[in-house]
């Protein structure tokens, strides 16, 4: 039996709803889960009311500090800068 270890165990994502221009970013370690779970298992919150989602943006990280710091910064002027500037790409 064969196991495969990944190092990059986190992610920072960025969600795009498909009927606003609205924009989601979050981390998690376990990005499909997250993404069900924004697209159709919760049954509140922010997320619900601008389903469906898809992913637009991943960023895998070593530790969950450095995937949250990153989602921090792109909350932060100059992540949502970045978006701006990225967003044709995304």
Do not use: C
């Not at 986190?10 to 998690?28: C, D, R, W």
């Not at 500090?65 to 989602?71: D, L, Q």
Request: hydrophobic share 40%; proline share 1%.
């Amino acid at each position: 039996m064969v196991f495969f270890y990944s190092i990059l165990d986190f992610v920072t994502y960025i969600l795009a709803s498909e009927k606003t221009a609205n924009l989601y970013k979050g981390h998690t370690s376990n990005l499909i889960g997250r993404f069900k779970s924004h697209n159709g298992l919760s049954k509140k919150g922010w997320t619900v009311r601008y389903r469906p989602w898809r992913v637009v943006y991943v960023r895998f990280f070593a530790t969950k500090s450095e995937a949250m710091g990153h989602e921090h910064w792109l909350k932060s002027g100059a992540g949502r800068e970045w978006i701006k500037d990225h967003q044709k790409a995304l």
